[in-house]
């Protein structure tokens, strides 16, 4: 059974840096992509980035993007998100999910790790 673990999540102030990772068990070849999401209190869950497990194409939201970096490790079966310059409004708890594609539906999702980003 395929399962996503997230981990990696904490209390950063403003400015630095925390890299997360996404532990994946049971990943079949039908699915290529993996992707990082958020959501805030109170708002609605975001797409942050993803990757291609296979060609490692990377694709990012216009508010991430030149701050974080995602990237894979195929060995490990983990992806990792490497979040640079982070800002209050970075907050929230971050997930990872499994997809056949970056733009198609996501199947699968971790439990989330939180990221709260304050002084």
Do not use: H
């Not at 497990?53 to 991430?64: C, D, I, L």
């Not at 999910?97 to 733009?103: G, H, I, K, N």
């Amino acid at each position: 059974q395929l399962q996503l673990v997230e981990s990696g999540g904490g209390l950063v102030q403003p400015g630095g840096s925390l890299r997360l990772s996404c532990a994946a068990s049971g990943l079949t070849l039908d699915y290529d992509a993996i992707g990082w999401f958020r959501q805030a209190p109170g708002k609605e869950r975001e797409g942050v980035s993803c990757i291609s497990t296979a060609g490692g194409t990377t694709n990012y939201a216009e508010s991430v993007k030149g701050r974080f970096t995602i990237s894979r490790d195929n060995a490990k079966n983990t992806v990792y998100l490497q979040m640079n310059g982070l800002k209050p409004e970075d907050t929230g708890v971050y997930y990872c999910a499994v997809a056949r594609l970056c733009v198609l539906p996501y199947d699968y999702w971790g439990q989330g790790t939180q990221v709260t980003v304050s002084s």
